[in-house]
């Protein structure tokens, strides 16, 4: 079955410092990985995506995220944070075939920025 | 622009009734899916279609059913709420294959 682990519950950083979230899965093929952000109050908005190719992948808002297969990681960065990057975030996995379609997502991390 | 839309957007029943919580998008999207989430548990799957007349059961399915008559509505129905039902569930789509999937902005559930 597959399985999500983001370790941190919640985590605090200054304005301006960097971030890294971290994401641990657990999938039988070649994963389909996803990092959503939400928003106090909200649904869930996609930050990024991998599906093959480059594993260094970019996406909205200045975060990227990078897939290391050996370590069954996919870990969100940024390089400096901004106030507004206070809100949840969530690492998913999915992929093709009957049943892999639907995402399996980790507990989330709670970003909350300092000024 | 197309969409995900929840309907109501909270909404508190009482223990034993049935509840339905309504799900429409416009994005002509073969899959949709309900989740629902908890404090600690991030989104849990409840029920996913693939298509017309399609439906599965998710990781917490108990208690809940799903149809799915046409491609843009996936309504949840609660047969008995229960107060373990009091949560947050979110209906979302995504295409063919494997896209990403757009979430709806939540309906937030109590049950007393």
């Known amino acids: 079955a597959q399985s999500v682990t983001q370790p941190d519950i919640h985590i605090t950083v200054s304005e301006g410092a960097s971030l890294e979230l971290r994401c641990n899965y657990s999938?039988?093929?070649?994963?389909?990985l996803f990092w959503y952000v939400q928003s106090p109050g909200q649904g869930l908005q996609l930050l990024l995506k991998?599906?093959?190719?480059?594993?260094l992948v970019q996406g909205i808002k200045g975060f990227e995220a990078e897939f290391k297969r050996s370590q069954s990681s996919f870990n969100l960065r940024k390089p400096s944070v901004h106030w507004s990057d206070a809100a949840e975030y969530f690492c998913?996995?999915?992929?093709f075939g009957t049943g892999r379609r639907a995402l399996t997502f980790g507990s989330g991390t709670r970003l909350q920025v300092q000024p | 622009d197309a969409e995900i839309t929840q309907s109501p957007r909270h909404k508190i029943t009482e223990t034993g009734r049935q509840v339905t919580l309504a799900c429409h998008q416009t994005w002509n999207h073969n899959n949709m899916f309900w989740y629902r989430q908890d404090l600690g548990h991030g989104l849990r799957l409840i029920h996913y279609?693939?298509?017309?007349?399609?439906?599965n059961k998710g990781e917490v399915s108990d208690g809940y059913s799903v149809s799915r008559s046409n491609t843009e509505d996936l309504p949840l129905t609660l047969e008995s709420a229960a107060s373990s039902q009091t949560s947050v569930y979110f209906c979302?789509?995504?295409?063919?294959?494997?896209?990403?999937?757009?979430f709806g902005q939540g309906t937030r559930l109590t049950v007393v």
């Open positions: 279609s693939y298509g017309v007349q399609d439906t």
């Open positions: 998913a996995v999915g992929g």
């Open positions: 991998y599906f093959s190719g480059d594993t």
């Open positions: 999938y039988g093929a070649t994963p389909y």
């Open positions: 979302a789509s995504s295409d063919r294959g494997l896209g990403e999937a757009f």
